[in-house]
């Protein structure tokens, strides 16, 4: 069972930016696909990226395409990151990072992730 622990976030203006950092412990991200989902209060849990793999390409949610970039350390395999750009009052939110299996690859449901962070907030005041 990998363990999953999130740091990054914090309280910053509208257009900053921040990199959110997700740390692997027990196993690596080596055998399974990370991915970053959100909530924000009052709302659902929706999907903001996942990593690629061989020839897929990261999947984004069409709210944070462009401006969100994840990707991960292949040197060790443990940290995967959300790079996120010109932040939006919207992108206020609990950020969670989560895991799938390659069998998962292009699902964006959090039905189909486990092993669940437990979050960093992302503030962003206009």
């Known amino acids: 069972q990998v363990h999953l622990v999130e740091s990054g976030g914090g309280f910053v203006q509208a257009g900053d930016s921040v990199r959110l950092s997700c740390v692997a412990s027990?196993?690596?991200?080596?055998?399974?696909?990370p991915g970053w989902f959100r909530q924000a209060p009052g709302k659902e849990r929706e999907f903001v990226a996942v990593?690629?793999?061989?020839?897929?390409?990261?999947?984004y949610a069409d709210s944070v395409k462009g401006r969100f970039t994840i990707s991960r350390d292949d040197a060790n395999n443990t940290v995967v990151y959300l790079q996120m750009t010109n932040l939006k009052p919207e992108d206020t939110a609990l950020y969670h990072c989560a895991t799938t299996s390659f069998s998962k690859l292009g699902c964006t449901s959090d039905r189909d992730f486990g092993s669940w962070g437990q979050g960093t907030q992302v503030t962003v005041s206009s």
């Open positions: 027990g196993r690596t991200f080596s055998d399974s696909l």
């Open positions: 990593i690629g793999w061989r020839d897929a390409s990261p999947l």
